[in-house]
């Protein structure tokens, strides 16, 4: 999962994002609304945690903008304000959900996980293609009575491929996905990355294919 964080405080922040590091997912920090748009003009998100009072505005009115653009990615929204009238405004202007200030960070990514679930229409416990399922939870890999452990990228990558399965990704789209804007990442990284899961997938009925000129996909043997 990639996750933006839009919190002005960093003291707030960097404490969350250590977290969402810790379990193995990709995260970027914006400390205003500006700072926001320009990171999503040139990532793909999976989940974007939205503070309501930023420096240059409102997060709501920023909420409300997304929303009138057809953008969809999935928002959880993190008050401070715990009055229902508040929390029904929210989830009005088209918040998948939100979370009161303070919380515990394991019930922000156990909801961030339920809104993903939402949002793919299906249950991110377990997902197969083929013959092989993918364990997302354990971080795992099942074919032909095999069990084979995922690195976190491994996993990451499978996710992207195994939520859309015979559709062409190229390699700044995956590089997109697994890392954040302010790692460096080498021209082969991707490379690196689909010959292990070649491996993994190896005997199975699922491979990871190649296009030159247009990149990679899975697809069935």
């Known amino acids: 999962m990639k996750v933006l964080i ?3 405080s960093r003291d707030f922040a960097q404490p969350l994002k250590n977290f969402f590091s810790l379990d193995g997912h990709t995260n970027d920090h914006a400390c205003t609304l500006g700072e926001a748009r320009e990171f999503m003009d040139v990532s793909h998100y999976d989940m974007i945690l939205l503070d309501i009072m930023l420096p240059d505005g409102d997060g ?3 909420l409300n903008e997304m929303r009138s653009r057809n953008d969809d990615s999935p928002v959880i929204v993190m008050t401070a304000r715990s009055e229902v009238s508040d929390r029904i405004d929210l989830l009005d202007i088209g918040a998948d959900d939100y979370i009161v200030k303070p919380f515990e ?3 922000l990514e156990a909801r961030c996980r339920a809104v993903l679930r939402r949002h793919k229409g299906q249950s991110q416990l377990q997902l197969a293609f083929g013959q092989v ?3 997302p939870l354990l971080a795992t890999l099942e074919h032909g009575g095999t069990t084979h452990s995922l690195r976190n990228r491994e996993l990451r990558l499978l ?3 195994f939520n859309s399965p015979e559709i062409y990704f190229t390699k700044e789209q995956l590089t997109d996905r697994l890392f954040s804007i302010s790692e460096s990442v080498t021209e ?3 490379e690196v990355y689909i010959g292990r899961l070649r491996k993994k ?3 199975s009925n699922a491979r990871i294919e ?5 990149g990679y996909r899975l697809v069935a043997t």
């Open 188 to 190: 082969n990284a991707i």
């Open 159 to 161: 996710e992207v491929f």
């Open 133 to 135: 399922v993918l364990h």
């Open 6 to 8: 839009i919190e002005d």
């Open 60 to 62: 709501r009115r920023f």
């Open 201 to 203: 997938l190896a005997g």
């Open 210 to 214: 190649t296009v030159r000129g247009i």
């Open 105 to 107: 960070f394991a019930e």
